[in-house]
């Protein structure tokens, strides 16, 4: 097993009397894909920018190794047309001071996000696949260990939507960094990803892709239509539910309260 | 050139050009109206140093940041909308501060002077003061510029990134407060933001680096004090309302442009 990078335990995040997130274990370790998957209102964001530290949490505890440097892609950028700021001016200002790539892996990266003829372009002029790209470019600019993607194809066609999951596959195994990713289109995630994680407020399952797509809880989920996609994944049960929705047996600690 | 003239003009060149750079800030990081609010509490501070008997200026400064910190507070509990919370806490702080003065001896003060400014009746000594201000603010914005910029494109970005959001956004409020301050000298609480966020917006359309923008929005700036003086010089017309005249002209004739108009 590699190194764990960042470890969260029972985390939950509470607004009013809402739990937006409640009871979730994460582990996220080098070299590593996780994505979690949810529908809307999941709390997927509210995981990811908890584990950043960007929202205060109600419970749990987080561990990171010493030093650890985030890579952030936040799921999208806003910026005032006022403010005038060329793609490398940008990029520039997600520079670390130590840790920087070295120019050939700067030349391979920018490459690879198809990045070199934007770079004297107007921020504000990008279309929603070149800011993707850019953003992505950002966040690896500091040799991240660990590379923190919200909804990474947001606003993307389909096509750019494949060739960014390429890239982040192809990033992982350029710096050997650990991947968290939001999602919430299961097909093209699901080839691509070592560690699946399916929230709502609570992990509803987790494990291998073809172990979560066949998951009851899975199905409950999302719908014999959105599961199906994904049927060509092998049966591999490790639990059953009840007619409650409780566990019977498996490494689940909490049942499914939805669907 | 008589030496009024000559200190009005120096005092209004240096405030226009740290008003370059900090009024960049605002533009991009929509705090207009923050700024207005905050010039507005202006006033009170001026009411509490002449009630306490302290420096007015230090006064002004402390009162400043202390709404300047309130709203943020509030802002971030969401109690009610932003604009109208900003809406509230500027009139309300303009009125209170009018009221005060009022209770005061009305031959020793010049509430037109503090509304609109006194260009004209800066003397030596406040001259010092302003370059002392000035040059703070210009150092600490020049050593805070980079994360500042980064805060600005985007927070969570920056916070990740390891730069302390919430301190900096205090710092530039702070550095708005001192500058409000020393301006309030040149153009009065009424028309203080007007000097910060004219020229800026005004340098945007040439511009295509930020440090460009806040370059080019202190020369302008300091065109419009240069400007607005020589108005008020031989037209007779109210120096702080000059100046913001000329820089609101620089504005719509930059405007006017074609918007492919870029130095490189």
């Known amino acids: 097993m590699s190194e764990v990078l960042l470890s969260a335990t029972d985390l939950g995040v509470k607004r009013g009397n809402r739990w937006l997130i409640k009871g979730v274990d994460i582990s996220l370790e080098a070299g590593q894909i996780t994505t979690v998957i949810g529908p809307n209102g999941a709390g997927k964001s509210t995981l990811v920018r908890s584990l950043l530290n960007l929202i205060k949490t109600t419970s ?51 490459h690879e996000c198809r990045a070199e003829k934007l770079l004297n372009r107007p921020m504000q002029e990008l279309s929603g696949g070149e800011t993707q790209r850019i953003l992505l470019l950002r966040a690896l600019l500091r040799k991240p260990h660990l590379l923190v993607l919200d909804e990474p194809v947001q606003g993307v066609d389909v096509t750019g939507q494949v060739s960014l999951y390429n890239l982040i596959g192809q990033v992982r195994n350029i710096l050997g960094c650990g991947i968290l990713m939001v999602s919430h289109d299961l097909h093209l995630v699901m080839a691509a990803t070592d ?50 929705g409780e566990i019977i047996a498996g490494e689940h600690h909490e049942g499914c309260d939805h669907g | 050139m008589a030496n009024f003239l000559l200190w009005a003009w120096l005092g209004g060149l240096m405030i226009a050009a740290v008003a370059g750079p900090l009024g960049s800030f605002m533009v991009w990081r929509r705090m207009a109206y923050f700024g207005d609010t905050l010039a507005h509490a202006a006033l009170l501070g001026v009411a509490l140093g002449l009630l306490l008997q302290v420096n007015i200026s230090l006064a002004v400064v402390l009162v400043c940041l202390l709404l300047a910190l309130l709203l943020s ?31 005061f001896d009305h031959q020793s003060i010049d509430l037109m002077g503090f509304l609109f400014g006194d260009l004209l009746a800066i003397g030596q000594h406040d001259l010092l003061w302003i370059a002392l201000a000035c040059c703070l603010v210009l150092v600490i914005l020049v050593s805070i510029w980079t994360p500042l910029l980064s805060i600005t494109v985007n927070e969570e970005l920056a916070q990740v990134e390891g730069i302390n959001v919430a301190w900096m956004r205090t710092l530039l409020m ?36 930020p440090e460009q923008m806040a370059l080019l929005a202190s020369l302008l700036g300091m065109l419009a004090v240069t400007g607005g003086l020589a108005l008020s010089w031989f037209y007779d017309t109210p120096a702080g309302p000059s100046v913001v005249v000329i820089a609101s002209t620089l504005f719509f004739l930059l405007f006017s442009f074609p918007r492919s108009f870029r130095l490189s």
């Open chain 2, 73 to 103: 507070t509030l802002v971030h509990k969401r109690i009610i909308a932003t604009d109208t919370l900003l809406g509230i806490l500027s009139h309300a702080s303009l009125s209170l501060g009018l009221v005060s003065l009022s209770l």
């Open chain 1, 195 to 244: 560690q699946v994680i399916c929230l709502n407020q609570h992990i509803c399952c987790s494990g291998h892709p073809e172990q979560v797509s066949q998951d009851p809880a899975f199905t409950d989920l999302f719908g014999p239509q959105g599961a199906g996609n994904l049927a060509l994944y092998n049966h591999q049960h490790n639990h059953h539910h009840t007619s409650h």
């Open chain 1, 60 to 110: 749990g505890d987080i561990t990171t190794i010493k030093g650890l440097r985030i890579g952030y892609m936040p799921q999208k950028l806003k910026l005032e047309d006022t403010l005038p700021l060329t793609v490398a001016r940008f990029l520039d200002l997600g520079r670390h001071k130590q840790h920087q790539l070295s120019p050939q892996l700067w030349h391979d990266l920018l």
């Open chain 2, 174 to 209: 702070l550095l708005v407060a001192v500058v409000i301050a020393v301006a309030m000298k040149v153009v009065g609480v009424l028309l203080i933001t007007s000097l910060l966020i004219i020229p800026a917006a005004a340098a945007r359309r040439l511009s295509s680096s």
